[in-house]
Structures are given as structure tokens and as C-alpha cells.
């Protein structure tokens, strides 16, 4: 989850987003004096899969809207839990 700008017309405002990210690794046979071994990759996306606009005040005293989140990635779920007590659920299945 990180803050970004996001820019809707002429205007621009933050928004609390979560980013993607898949982790990849692919083995590594021994070369001359190294040994074989795993190789792990990371990539980070660029765009948001969630996005929430945050208040004036909220970033700069980091009291999020956003209060919680939890992912079941075997299933393709994010939860979403929210300040005032609401909650959300995020189906990329």
C-alpha cells in the first residue's frame, strides 16, 4: 500500500493505493566457481489494483482512511478495512 498522485482532469490529489507485485524465481546451474542456486525476481506494478482518495489532512498526519487490509491470495481476495468501521471486499478471482 503506498500513497500516490493521481490526476483526474485538470486536478490532482492523492490517493492510498495497493500495488501489485509478482515474485518469480528460476534456478541458476553452476558456472565456472559458483555454485547452482535460486534466483528470485521481483516486479512491481505500476498501476494501482485499489485506489481511495485521501483527505486534505490525512496524509500529512498519516491517519488513514484505510485502516487495515489482508490478502488470501489463494483465492483472490483483499479485505479492506476502513477508519469510520466499514469494510470491503476486493474479488480478483
Not at 489494483?49 to 488470501?72: A, M, N, Q
Request: glycine share 10%; proline share 4%; aromatic share 10%.
Amino acid at each position: 500500500m503506498e500513497t500516490q498522485n493521481s490526476t483526474c482532469g485538470h486536478s490532482t490529489f492523492p490517493v492510498r493505493c495497493f500495488v501489485g507485485f509478482d515474485v518469480t524465481s528460476h534456478f541458476v546451474p553452476a558456472q565456472d566457481s559458483q555454485p547452482a542456486r535460486w534466483q528470485n525476481d521481483l516486479t512491481v506494478r505500476k498501476d494501482g489494483l485499489y485506489k481511495s482518495r485521501v483527505g486534505p489532512g490525512e496524509v500529512h498526519e498519516r491517519k488513514y482512511r484505510i485502516l487495515t487490509s489482508s490478502l488470501e491470495d489463494t483465492v483472490g481476495r483483499i479485505a479492506i478495512g476502513g477508519r469510520d468501521g466499514r469494510f470491503q471486499i476486493l474479488d480478483f478471482a
